[in-house]
């Protein structure tokens, strides 16, 4: 296994943590009350390339692994941004990468990685189906070079500010295949084509500021040649592009994690009540200590994740259970933040209200707690199948 | 044109500062370190001159092994190369030892330029640059707010900032060593891709020559007392509003 390259991933924290201290507090917390995109943001971390972190060299990228993406994403989400604004850009490309042709590759990748093009929308999830992927109704019925696609999307994040969007549409009946799994088929589309012809997005507002929307497909056509990998096999090729961003998504809450605790022991020091700092009572501390324990252990299991997927072993349990213990971490910790700062935690102006709805996000979405709680117990400790 | 950047490596700046136990420096052994301020807005200048003139940009930095971070970082925001005099003896030292020490790396390039930051953030002496100056046998200008360099490469024209919103411009040969001054630029983010290729960069690693120099020490670092002494003005509106802004100004020195 690789030498973890400390230099680098020093280099890479303070890189980018310097230019999110940009960025501060206020200029996320505009945007939240505006449920306005981040564009500025973006586009500097774009232009800096960090979002092209894990393309390969040859492709326009950096040719790094999981294990510095996620350094990343962290620093960003621990200086109080919100990584969830592009993400997505760093990893979505992953199944066109390992599944596209050559030729799909040398039109998209070289112009993802330097941000030219945005291929940071993913259409998975559908309202009458949620978590049960494999019975998801938007179908793809080919007709000579074409695709012609219908149904509806939901939660689909960042879709007005991509310009591609890599979509899961059932293409063989479930009727018609053996297993549940079959069938399924991924699909690149040009979303800067497709709107009006065939596609409708439509914001929705959520609980904390995601640009996140609904989708509808009405007769969209998507030619034959944008279909990525074989027909019928999509739902292995989502599989396997799940454990990066579960590490990623990790890594994003330890980064939360991290600005909640220090922006608690920072508050619990300074705010004087009862002629003390409210940090001296150990009423006050002992749940920021605690806090502080579960990201540090949750971090360990991310980086043991992210190890053996940058080595080339089977992650899916750690990746999960980074995920898991990380999601569980950051939201503990946005808790005790929100409880340190009492009614001041209510307050817009400390942000402690802003961060605690955006890591609230992560008990549920990619794959919510108890999805993963069920594949451990399946898969890993081999308890009966229960859905 | 070639030119030298000195950069040092100065605790960050929201680190909590407690004075060590000599107390002649801070406790750091276990701080977090950043860029000096004055010194990334040099090295920018530095970069947009390159891109202006061509030529090459050296880095050159005197301290510990930890120092090694801000260089890695100057390399990946574009400088060529650079040159490192380690020491422990160097880390806290004052002026003139880390101007004797990088002098004596420095003597042989013969740069066409040497920028330094105006000041450091941590020690504030403001006499590196000087110092480094008169070692090298350079002209210098300090305060600089603009770099003009002449079409045929011959000389300067530099733009000092003065008291009260005043300013200077001074015309000098080259070579010549600038202290600049804090925000004359914008500063660029270091890019993944610049910081990938800064691996590749040269670091030529110097010991120091002979001992630390000692023209210069720290006698004792305190934390200034606290008192929270309450005065009434009294007077007119006017007179007291006047009062207290001659207060603020000349013993608070908050304006
Ligand atoms: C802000 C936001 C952004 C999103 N972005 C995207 C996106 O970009 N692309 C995309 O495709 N999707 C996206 N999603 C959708 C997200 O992935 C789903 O919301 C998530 O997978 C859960 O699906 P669901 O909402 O339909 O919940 P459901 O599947 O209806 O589940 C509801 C609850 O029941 C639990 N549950 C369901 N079945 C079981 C079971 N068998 N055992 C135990 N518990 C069970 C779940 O854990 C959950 O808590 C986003 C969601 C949100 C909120």
Same mark, same amino acid.
């Given at each position: 296994?690789?030498?973890?390259?400390?230099?680098?991933?020093?280099?890479?924290?303070? @890189?980018?943590?310097?230019?999110?201290?940009?960025?501060?507090?206020?200029?996320?917390?505009?945007?939240?009350?505006?449920?306005?995109?981040?564009?500025?943001?973006?586009?500097?971390?774009?232009?800096?390339?960090?979002?092209?972190?894990?393309?390969?060299?040859?492709?326009?990228?950096?040719?790094?692994?999981?294990?510095?993406?996620?350094?990343?994403?962290?620093?960003?989400?621990?200086?109080?941004?919100?990584?969830?604004?592009?993400?997505?850009?760093?990893?979505?490309?992953?199944?066109?990468?390992?599944?596209?042709?050559? @030729?799909?590759?040398?039109?998209?990748?070289?112009?993802?990685?330097?941000?030219?093009?945005?291929?940071?929308?993913?259409?998975?999830?559908?309202?009458?189906?949620?978590?049960?992927?494999?019975?998801?109704?938007?179908?793809?019925?080919?007709?000579?070079?074409?695709?012609?696609?219908?149904?509806?999307?939901?939660?689909?994040?960042?879709?007005?500010?991509?310009?591609?969007?890599?979509?899961?549409?059932?293409?063989?009946?479930?009727?018609?295949?053996?297993?549940?799994?079959?069938?399924?088929?991924?699909?690149?589309?040009?979303?800067?084509?497709?709107?009006?012809?065939?596609?409708?997005?439509?914001?929705?507002?959520?609980?904390?500021?995601?640009?996140?929307?609904?989708?509808?497909?009405?007769?969209?056509?998507?030619?034959?040649?944008?279909?990525?990998?074989?027909?019928?096999?999509?739902?292995?090729?989502?599989?396997?592009?799940?454990?990066?961003?579960?590490?990623?998504?990790?890594?994003?809450?330890?980064?939360?994690?991290?600005?909640?605790?220090?922006?608690?022991?920072?508050?619990?020091?300074?705010?004087?009540?009862?002629?003390?700092?409210?940090?001296?009572?150990?009423?006050?501390?002992?749940?920021?200590?605690?806090?502080?324990?579960?990201?540090?252990?949750?971090?360990?299991?991310?980086?043991?994740?992210?190890?053996?997927?940058?080595?080339?072993?089977?992650?899916?349990?750690?990746?999960?259970?980074?995920?898991?213990?990380? @999601?569980? @971490?950051?939201?503990?910790?946005?808790?005790?933040?929100?409880?340190?700062?009492?009614?001041?935690?209510?307050?817009?102006?400390?942000?402690?209200?802003?961060?605690?709805?955006?890591?609230?996000?992560?008990?549920?979405?990619?794959?919510?707690?108890?999805?993963?709680?069920?594949?451990?117990?399946?898969?890993?400790?081999?308890?009966?199948?229960?859905? | 044109?070639?030119?030298?950047? &000195?950069?040092?490596?100065?605790? *960050?700046?929201?680190?909590?500062?407690?004075?060590?136990?000599?107390?002649?420096?801070?406790?750091?052994?276990?701080?977090?370190?950043?860029? +000096?301020?004055?010194?990334?807005?040099?090295?920018?200048?530095?970069?947009?001159?390159?891109?202006?003139?061509?030529?090459?940009?050296?880095? &050159?930095?005197?301290?510990?092994?930890?120092?090694?971070?801000?260089?890695?970082?100057?390399?990946?925001?574009?400088?060529?190369?650079?040159?490192?005099?380690?020491?422990?003896?160097?880390?806290?030292?004052?002026?003139?030892?880390?101007?004797?020490?990088?002098?004596?790396?420095?003597?042989?390039?013969?740069?066409?330029?040497?920028?330094?930051?105006?000041?450091?953030?941590?020690?504030?002496?403001?006499?590196?640059?000087?110092?480094?100056?008169?070692?090298?046998?350079?002209?210098?200008?300090?305060?600089?707010?603009?770099?003009?360099?002449?079409?045929?490469?011959?000389?300067?024209?530099?733009?000092?900032?003065?008291?009260?919103?005043?300013?200077?411009?001074?015309?000098?040969?080259?070579?010549?060593?600038? *202290?600049?001054?804090?925000?004359? +630029?914008?500063?660029?983010?270091?890019?993944?891709?610049?910081?990938?290729?800064?691996?590749?960069?040269?670091?030529? *690693?110097?010991?120091?020559?002979?001992?630390?120099?000692?023209?210069?020490?720290?006698?004792?670092?305190?934390?200034?007392?606290?008192?929270?002494?309450?005065?009434?003005?009294?007077?007119?509106?006017?007179?007291?509003?006047?009062?207290?802004?001659?207060?603020?100004?000349?013993?608070?020195?908050?304006?």
């Amino acid at each position: 296994m690789a030498v973890p390259d400390v230099e680098l991933h020093q280099d890479l924290r303070s @890189a980018v943590g310097e230019l999110c201290r940009r960025f501060p507090d206020n200029y996320w917390r505009d945007l939240d009350r505006k449920e306005a995109y981040p564009d500025e943001f973006v586009q500097t971390l774009t232009e800096a390339g960090y979002l092209a972190a894990l393309i390969p060299e040859q492709y326009g990228g950096s040719g790094l692994g999981i294990t510095e993406a996620a350094i990343i994403l962290e620093e960003v989400n621990r200086s109080g941004g919100n990584s969830a604004a592009c993400h997505a850009q760093m990893y979505i490309m992953g199944t066109l990468l390992r599944h596209g042709s050559e @030729a799909q590759k040398r039109a998209y990748l070289p112009r993802i990685a330097s941000g030219e093009l945005r291929l940071q929308a993913f259409g998975v999830t559908e309202p009458t189906t949620g978590t049960d992927t494999t019975q998801l109704q938007t179908m793809a019925v080919r007709n000579g070079d074409l695709y012609v696609v219908n149904g509806q999307k939901v939660w689909i994040s960042r879709a007005e500010y991509s310009d591609l969007m890599l979509l899961i549409a059932r293409t063989t009946p479930r009727e018609e295949v053996a297993k549940k799994t079959d069938g399924l088929s991924v699909f690149l589309v040009d979303l800067r084509t497709a709107v009006g012809n065939g596609v409708t997005i439509r914001p929705l507002r959520a609980m904390m500021n995601h640009a996140t929307t609904e989708v509808f497909f009405d007769n969209l056509e998507v030619p034959a040649e944008n279909r990525i990998g074989e027909e019928g096999r999509g739902f292995r090729y989502l599989l396997d592009g799940l454990n990066a961003e579960r590490i990623l998504i990790a890594a994003e809450c330890v980064g939360d994690g991290r600005w909640f605790i220090e922006r608690a022991v920072k508050y619990a020091n300074e705010r004087v009540v009862f002629n003390r700092p409210i940090g001296k009572n150990q009423g006050v501390q002992f749940p920021i200590a605690r806090a502080h324990v579960n990201v540090e252990a949750a971090d360990l299991m991310r980086a043991r994740a992210a190890e053996l997927f940058d080595g080339g072993q089977p992650c899916g349990a750690e990746a999960n259970m980074a995920k898991l213990l990380a @999601a569980d @971490a950051s939201w503990e910790a946005a808790n005790v933040a929100l409880q340190t700062f009492g009614g001041f935690g209510f307050a817009e102006d400390y942000d402690i209200e802003r961060k605690f709805r955006e890591t609230r996000l992560y008990q549920v979405a990619p794959i919510s707690t108890n999805l993963i709680l069920s594949y451990i117990a399946e898969h890993v400790l081999g308890l009966p199948r229960s859905f | 044109m070639k030119t030298a950047v &000195c950069i040092k490596q100065v605790v *960050t700046r929201d680190w909590p500062l407690r004075p060590a136990e000599s107390a002649t420096w801070v406790r750091d052994d276990d701080a977090s370190f950043e860029m +000096n301020e004055p010194d990334a807005y040099a090295l920018e200048e530095a970069l947009r001159l390159k891109e202006r003139h061509g030529g090459e940009v050296v880095v &050159c930095s005197a301290g510990p092994a930890r120092i090694s971070q801000v260089i890695r970082e100057a390399l990946a925001r574009g400088a060529d190369r650079a040159i490192h005099v380690e020491s422990d003896a160097l880390s806290a030292a004052g002026a003139d030892a880390v101007a004797a020490a990088l002098a004596a790396a420095m003597q042989d390039e013969s740069f066409d330029l040497v920028l330094t930051g105006l000041q450091s953030d941590d020690q504030g002496f403001g006499q590196t640059g000087v110092v480094l100056a008169e070692r090298l046998g350079l002209p210098h200008a300090t305060i600089i707010m603009e770099v003009d360099i002449a079409a045929d490469g011959a000389g300067l024209r530099v733009k000092r900032e003065l008291e009260s919103g005043w300013f200077q411009w001074v015309a000098m040969p080259l070579p010549a060593l600038l *202290t600049i001054q804090s925000g004359i +630029n914008q500063l660029r983010y270091a890019t993944l891709r610049g910081i990938m290729a800064a691996k590749r960069k040269e670091i030529r *690693t110097v010991p120091l020559d002979g001992v630390a120099s000692q023209g210069q020490r720290i006698l004792e670092l305190y934390v200034p007392e606290k008192t929270s002494a309450t005065r009434f003005i009294d007077g007119s509106a006017p007179e007291a509003a006047r009062e207290l802004v001659r207060l603020l100004r000349e013993e608070a020195r908050v304006l």
